[in-house]
């Protein structure tokens, strides 16, 4: 870690006070306060990092706790996405005397705890504007693998969980549930083919999925759940599909299989069929006369 | 990764971009464009992020590619001060439209490969302020192991690699050399105690090993190597001991090995001694009469 910020609290400070809140168990084999941690992975492992920024992610108004637990979702919710357990994150942590570095820590390390991700250090400076970048390292469930968003194929459905839409509106964009239970289980079905978060917007991200996996997608704009308290004076379409932040799967999977596999899934959540690969490029709806046209609908944009 | 920013281009172009110069072999198992990578380790782990903000660790007018290598060089230096390999990296890269992205992640890029360092992946968002987080990890060289700065005991010498001083006046902060083949060298040696890298200035880095491994230190001013450009007509010890951004490595020794140490040491950059480890907790100084008196250098502190 290199420097303070915030809070009246210098970076040796935050060191130790953040080491006072991580659980000892599992020990690394070298942890926080050292140049670098050090740890023995299990096997293959899967890593992320993702970055939420002052102004774009979140407010100058926003509780500096619920920042941090943001941040730490966010990046967790990429593990979800690839079917991992999650073992162990750093923190890089750029922090304006105007926000406690502490209380934004504090977000961070409560939402790892909750998910059994231990916190191995991290970096810190003062900053202009508050930007939280956690890197997170996980590794496969017994009988699962790792689920890349390129495998998908053309004829595979594609389901989601959960509801989405309305999330920067109604403020659910702040406490992502990354769906590491869900995300694990998809990793053990044989019948899933492919997996990824969608953070960008259902109609975005289906998008991605379908260009790595080289096929088109086609998606149902009426099958998609979305929340109950979208805008029903709105386009309650664009808000399911566009709106973005949702942190919820999408998942390819065999459509021989997938009646058995809507049975045997074991959450309470949600589990909708929203559309299917094709194997021409593009990206298709079904509109509500049952017509095929080029897709309306553009994905969430935090730069532009 | 999330969204665009600056250069024209939106993040998939980003992404391309990366994907086009990065090497492929090694290839990971999952690269660039998912939710995560995924690779195979060796053995266990070691792993740091390091990052850096305009206006602190670079100005608005220095060159994007040279802010980009030293993004890279900062954080591969915490693996240098580990005795470590480099493996992989991933960047969160948050950029102002005023700077070019891809000139910036050029930099990175180039850094990482200069230093046999995969990049896997990353994640981009706009924001005010140019902030660069790289996180690295890598692994143990044969025969070698992960030196720790608390493992140092009274008694032993410090040694630091090359010269220090004058890093910010001179600009030599914005090209730091990561003191790699040095740290595995260090890591293969039995009499090698602790390291770390020095980045706060050699006063405040060897009182952090000191604090570390339970003890004092005592430094000897007169015997640190200063670069032969440090301001002669101002204080040199002071602008040595506490100018900070070196990023030399800092190595306690078992100081009845140090001759033998000293004879097989394999590379040209000088090898001094700076000091040794007390059992007196607190930082000391030899004064040029001979002294010893508490340590009157404070090293430098990114944030106050």
């Known amino acids: ?72 979702a966010a990046a967790l919710s990429d593990l979800a996405a690839m079917g991992a357990r999650p073992v162990g994150a750093v923190v890089s942590l750029h922090c304006p005397s105007r926000w406690s570095a502490v209380e934004v820590m504090d977000g ?36 699962g693998r790792f689920l890349a968003r390129s495998s998908a194929e053309p004829g595979d459905l594609l389901v989601l969980t959960g509801q989405v839409g309305g999330s920067l ?15 694990q289980w998809f990793a053990m079905q044989m019948a899933s083919k492919a997996m990824m978060d969608c953070s960008d917007g259902l109609a975005a991200d289906a998008a991605k999925m379908a260009a790595a996996s080289g096929c088109g997608c086609l998606l149902l704009p009426g099958n998609v759940p979305r929340h109950d308290d979208v805008d029903e004076a709105a ?45 021409q490029p593009g990206n298709f709806i079904e509109d509500h006369l049952g017509r095929v046209i080029p897709s309306p609908f553009q994905g969430f944009s935090h730069g532009l």
């Not at 096997?43 to 993702?50: E, F, I, K, Q």
């Not at 979140?58 to 637990?69: H, N």
């Not at 231990?118 to 996980?138: K, P, R």
């Not at 045997?264 to 094709?278: E, H, K, R, S, Y």
């Open 1 to 72: 870690m290199n420097v303070p910020s915030g809070s009246g609290m210098n970076e040796d400070g935050l060191i130790a006070h953040v080491r006072g809140r991580v659980a000892t168990d599992p020990a690394p084999d070298i942890g926080i306060g050292d140049d670098a941690c050090v740890w023995t992975p299990g096997g293959p492992t899967c890593l992320s990092v993702d970055g939420i920024v002052e102004g774009r992610h979140f407010t100058k108004d926003d509780p500096p706790q619920a920042v941090g637990r943001k941040a730490a």
């Open 108 to 143: 961070v390390l409560a939402e790892l705890q909750r998910h059994g991700c231990h916190c191995y250090g991290g970096d810190t400076t003062a900053a202009e504007q508050l930007t939280i970048s956690v890197t997170v390292w996980g590794e496969s469930v017994p009988d």
């Open 169 to 183: 509106r109604k403020g659910r964009h702040l406490s992502p549930q990354p769906r590491l239970a869900e995300g």
């Open 235 to 279: 386009d309650v379409y664009t808000q399911a599909l566009c709106d973005g932040e949702d942190y919820e799967l999408l998942v390819a999977v065999d459509a021989a299989a997938w009646p058995a596999l809507q049975l045997a899934w074991p959450f309470d959540l949600p589990l909708t069929t929203v559309g299917w690969l094709i194997e």
